[in-house]
């Protein structure tokens, strides 16, 4: 019983150290520029809404919110779509060359994205696809498809091989066996990386900022805009820093009763 | 009746078909966020033309426009961009020329050191917005505490002097500088104590002279002026990091852009702003040198909208512009630095203690090629107007950053800046 | 015998559908490769600085050797390798003692671990300037707040330990993310291993080390895995923090094809550089996946 306190009192601990800094953004978001650079810092202070005000004057944060939930889940349903064969596929088929595959597919994301900006540049904007939401989603979908694969396969592999072979007995169709077995029992797994696909593309800060202009400009674009100008800024920041996590918090909430009931259907002895 | 309605019907009609947007990009500097929120000022007067603004920082905003516009991505109509762009850029032609402008725009009320700065071969590449060079801001009641009084044209002696008086950690500062790399940071600001002591980036065959007498002299000054009596952290302060700490009134002197003087005579935003007083930027071996700079707004070529876009420029940079802001937020948030006209107004010269010696800094600040003690073959103040600058300008701000941390000797911390400018010279084929 | 045969045929036919899957998915990062990668290597042999508009020429091997022979490079290089393994070690060990603690009997398990994963939610920018600014400032920082408070002088962390401090803010960031991996796989542990342990007397220590950690090894191999393409790439942080100094003391090799390209804007040097930085991330991934392969 004492143990279980003890566990307790060290874990929430940690969990508010590590959320602190989030906090006290929070909190600043609230205050006046110059109320925000006080030394020491204020924790009683006149409470304004004032920086929320500026920041709705000032861009259209629906128009940014909604596009950056269009691509985080377009691009996550599509990743997660094209990666589950594939994880599947090389967690279960015998294949010589899968060391090499896989490998290969993580050597995709080796390359440092700026060294391949003005080439990107150049084809987006011949193909059209510049500032277009398809673009980023299709931009997002190839930069997390490695990741996923990688996550999806570790977790397929965990999968005992006398039940998927039992399907087979059962003559089920790969489509199914995926869909019916697989699936189903990796769900835990298949939610989170869900959830850090979702992450990845919401964090994007240098295709989403480099190949959008006004149209598909996601909230990366909007943080940019309150970001070190000249003068205090502080106060706004922290409310467009604020404004630009909610959306994902409110999704990283939900998940995690999904990923809760993922576990209890999905035991797996 | 019915015609008229029919007639009605229609003039809407063709201003919704008609209407055109234009999408401006712009740094995210307190005067372009005023001037969106003044926007609806010229909606009215133009109805048909719709406008969508996007900001973002310095930085971010340079990667993305440079890159629009040199692989003309077309993305925007309008764009800020600065003294450093502008005539390079013109003289490419990636820009729409600012001529046949209306009279009414009276474009020889821009200041001349501003017009000559933002064009190529005589024609204007884009219209000022604001305009800065730079200053000594002081406090005048810990001055007052110490008996010391600062001239107008104080020297970087006198300046030391008074730093060492007033140095008083942790409530006070003697001094505080820029030290955060970058060409538009620490560079642009160490380019100018150079510039005092008669110092310049390259000499007529573009051999650059970082590790001359003058330039060593220069940053040997500035690391033992900060490192003795400047703020903790002063390698990684910038412009906003200095403004907070100079509003928290933690510094007895600041010398930077004279866009800080409205800053930190702002009630709102700071707690000396009653405290403060202006003095010119100090001078050395010369009183050649100084700081210019404006952000401007210009007109990718090969836009379609050029007529709608001009008429923007010519609402956004003309003299009602400038007595809008005032009228709606008073005339010490003018945007400074563009017009003479701004500075012959006594209501904004009574309401802006440091309008003359903006002006006087302004007007003395230089860019031609004979801007500095001994000429040199660039155009621009404290930078060079080569699409290399950039490249040495940050290199060498990271290099002094470095000595002003004590990481190396002043010395090699020039050497190294002198070796990379050298290799950046040669590669653009400046050097033979 | 029919049988037999037909389960062969099945057999026979899955495997070669199971293969043609793959197909289309390995054909479209073929295609995002190849098409970007031949623009890149042609930039690098051109000189080319964005500011003219297009490549002035050939330039053979010249930008090569400017980023190769830049005083940079080598420290860009030291720096890379000392953030990748730092980090690895770090919100590996952390990630699995948090979610060891995250997969015990916790009160409002829910709501902890929304503020564990917090510091992933964070935009890298925005994360890099909340430490620079509201945490580590020397003068005005939290941090210096707490420190003053204890009686010490406020630490300038981004001039005197900058590497370090550009450490602490990714660890921030990334240990929730390994945290939320291993407790994935934490949770999928055999119930019934972890019964026997119990019953045969073992205490949670030994539990941890003996019984479940043999069981996530392959978590954790993926955890570095991903860890490492990410790490390798870090540069948003360094730029907003530090801007690579002093010096070049936070520079790593990502942040200096940065420069070159969206500071510097050489297109050609940058080009060259990240082709670079292609071969040596290979070269790390090869030789990472040796030491794991026993484990997958």
Excluded at chain 1, 178 to 206: D, K, Q, R, Y
Excluded at chain 2, 49 to 61: G, H, K, R, T
């Amino acid at each position: 019983m004492i143990l279980k306190i003890i566990v307790n009192i060290i874990t929430w601990s940690i969990g508010i150290l590590l959320f602190f800094p989030i906090f006290w953004m929070f909190i600043t978001s609230f205050k006046t520029e110059m109320e925000a650079i006080k030394f020491p810092p204020s924790f009683i202070f006149n409470f304004t809404l004032s920086n929320y005000f500026e920041i709705q004057e000032r861009s259209n944060y629906f128009k940014y919110a909604v596009n950056s939930i269009t691509i985080s889940l377009g691009s996550t349903f599509l990743a997660i779509l094209l990666s589950i064969p594939v994880s599947w596929s090389l967690a279960f088929i015998k294949n010589k060359y899968k060391d090499f595959i896989l490998l290969w597919i993580l050597s995709t994301k080796m390359m440092p994205a700026v060294g391949v900006l003005v080439p990107m540049y150049i084809i987006f904007r011949d193909i059209k696809l510049m500032d277009t939401l398809t673009g980023m989603i299709i931009i997002l979908t190839l930069t997390n498809l490695p990741i996923l694969v990688w996550l999806l396969y570790n977790y397929f592999v965990e999968i005992p091989y006398e039940i998927v072979e039992s399907s087979q007995i059962d003559g089920a169709t790969i489509y199914s066996e995926i869909t019916h077995i697989i699936l189903p029992l990796s769900l835990p797994g298949i939610s989170s990386a869900f959830l850090l696909s979702v992450i990845l593309c919401w964090n994007e800060a240098f295709w989403t900022l480099m190949l959008t202009s006004t149209n598909s400009a996601p909230l990366s674009v909007f943080i940019a805009s309150f970001s070190s100008p000249e003068g205090l800024f502080w106060a706004k920041l922290s409310a467009a820093s604020v404004m630009a996590i909610l959306p994902i918090m409110i999704l990283g909430w939900f998940s995690q009763k999904q990923l809760v009931a993922g576990l209890t259907f999905g035991a797996i002895k | 009746m019915k015609n008229l309605i029919l007639m009605l019907t229609f003039i809407t009609f063709s201003f919704t078909v008609f209407a055109e947007k234009l999408t401006i990009v712009s740094v995210n500097n307190g005067d372009m966020v005023r001037m969106q929120k003044l926007s609806s000022d010229f909606t009215n007067k133009n109805p048909g033309i719709e406008l969508d603004f996007q900001f973002m920082e310095e930085n971010v905003l340079r990667q993305k426009v440079t890159l629009d516009i040199t692989n003309k991505g077309g993305a925007y109509d309008i764009m800020t961009i600065g003294m450093y762009e502008a005539p390079m850029w013109g003289e490419k032609g990636w820009l729409v020329p600012m001529n046949d402008l209306p009279s009414k725009f009276d474009i020889d009320d821009i200041l001349p050191a501003v017009r000559n700065g933002l064009s190529h071969d005589g024609v204007l590449y884009a219209s000022p917005f604001y305009g800065e060079s730079s200053f000594t801001m002081y406090r005048v009641d810990l001055f007052a505490e110490k008996g010391l009084i600062m001239p107008d044209k104080p020297t970087w002696g006198e300046i030391y002097k008074f730093a060492k008086a007033l140095h008083n950690p942790p409530e006070v500062n003697g001094i505080c500088l820029r030290g955060k790399p970058g060409w538009g940071e620490n560079a642009a600001f160490i380019g100018t104590v150079a510039n005092a002591f008669g110092a310049r980036w390259v000499d007529d065959k573009w051999n650059p002279q970082l590790t001359g007498p003058a330039w060593t002299h220069a940053v040997s000054f500035y690391v033992d002026l900060v490192q003795n009596y400047g703020p903790k952290g002063a390698p990684n302060n910038g412009f906003n990091e200095n403004l907070k700490l100079f509003n928290q009134g933690k510094c007895a002197m600041w010398i930077d852009a004279t866009v800080a003087a409205s800053f930190v005579t702002n009630k709102e935003e700071s707690t000396v702003y009653n405290k403060v007083n202006f003095a010119l930027a100090p001078s050395a071996v010369t009183e050649k040198g100084g700081w210019l700079w404006s952000w401007a707004i210009a007109i990718p070529a090969g836009t379609q909208k050029e007529a709608a876009a001009k008429k923007f420029i010519m609402w956004a940079t003309s003299k009602d512009y400038i007595k809008l802001v005032a009228e709606k937020h008073g005339w010490s948030n003018v945007p400074p630095g563009t017009r003479t006209s701004t500075y012959t107004n006594a209501m904004y010269l009574n309401n802006a203690p440091f309008a003359r010696l903006t002006l006087g800094a302004m007007k003395a600040a230089d860019p031609s090629m004979n801007g500095t003690l001994k000429p040199k073959p660039y155009i621009g103040v404290q930078f060079m107007t080569i699409p290399e600058f950039q490249a040495i300008g940050t290199e060498a701000g990271r290099q002094f950053s470095a000595a002003l941390a004590g990481r190396k000797s002043v010395n090699d911390a020039l050497k190294s800046a002198n070796k990379s400018a050298y290799k950046l010279l040669k590669k653009g084929g400046y050097i033979k | 015998m029919l049988y037999w045969a037909s389960l062969s045929l099945m057999r026979h036919t899955r495997s070669f559908y199971g293969k043609l899957i793959l197909t289309p998915t390995i054909v479209l990062l073929l295609l995002w490769i190849i098409i970007p990668l031949s623009l890149t290597v042609y930039f690098s042999f051109q000189s080319y600085n964005m500011l003219d508009g297009s490549p002035t020429g050939y330039a053979g091997w010249m930008n090569y050797d400017f980023f190769i022979f830049d005083e940079a490079f080598y420290d860009a290089i030291l720096n890379t390798f000392l953030i990748v393994l730092s980090l690895l070690l770090i919100t590996v060990i952390f990630g699995f003692l948090f979610a060891t603690l995250l997969n015990s009997d916790i009160f409002l398990p829910n709501f902890v671990k929304l503020l564990y994963i917090s510091p992933f939610l964070i935009i890298p920018s925005v994360s890099a300037l909340l430490w620079k600014n509201l945490m580590m400032d020397p003068i005005n920082g939290f941090i210096t707040f707490i420190l003053n408070m204890l009686n010490f002088e406020g630490i300038d962390f981004l001039n005197e330990y900058p590497l370090g401090s550009i450490i602490a803010m990714l660890a921030w960031t990334w240990v929730p993310f390994s945290t939320l991996l291993i407790l994935t796989s934490l949770k999928s542990v055999d119930k019934t291993i972890l019964e026997s342990a119990k019953i045969d007397g073992a205490n949670p220590f030994q539990i941890s080390l003996l019984v479940i950690l043999p069981n996530i090894l392959r978590s954790i191999n993926v955890v570095i895995l991903i860890e490492t393409i990410f790490f390798l790439a870090v540069f948003a942080e360094i730029s907003i923090a530090t801007n690579g100094g002093p010096g070049t003391e936070t520079t790593n090799l990502p942040f200096l094809i940065f420069q070159k390209g969206l500071q510097n804007f050489d297109v050609g040097e940058s080009s060259a550089g990240g082709l670079i930085a292609v071969i040596l991330a290979n070269f790390v991934a090869i030789f990472l996946i040796k030491i794991m392969s026993k484990n997958i």
